[in-house]
């Protein structure tokens, strides 16, 4: 069984900054890539940031792009999201997930495994 578990969220100012964990474990996490998605209310859930398994590939939404950075630590079982400059539109719950396969998908129905999310609130 797959476990993902996020944590780093909170209440921050516009301006402000946030780090976000996701911590895997149930099975061999380096051969996949992993996603960032986030839903704010009333909205669908999309896509923030992906990261190949070897950590050499990176992308990002135009929303977020310059401002947050995706990193994964294969040894500690671990994908990172740091976010900077913060706005309130960022304000949402952010899920980490992982794929099955080893390049970066936007598409929210290609990730098997999902994480049970992290608010982060961002005060204008």
């Known amino acids: 069984q797959v476990q993902l578990i996020e944590s780093g969220g909170g209440l921050v100012q516009a301006g402000g900054s946030l780090r976000l964990s996701c911590a895997a474990s149930?099975?061999?996490?380096?051969?996949?890539?992993m996603g960032w998605f986030r839903q704010a209310p009333g909205k669908e859930r999309e896509f923030v940031s992906g990261?190949?398994?070897?950590?050499?590939?990176?992308y990002y939404a135009d929303s977020v792009k310059g401002r947050f950075t995706i990193s994964r630590d294969n040894a500690k079982n671990t994908v990172y999201l740091q976010m900077n400059s913060l706005k309130p539109e960022d304000t949402a719950v952010y899920y980490c997930a992982t794929t099955t396969v080893n390049f970066i998908v936007v598409d929210a129905s290609r990730y098997a495994y999902w994480g049970q999310g992290t608010q982060v609130t961002v005060s204008s």
């Open positions: 149930g099975r061999t996490f380096s051969n996949y890539a």
């Open positions: 990261i190949t398994y070897g950590g050499g590939t990176t």
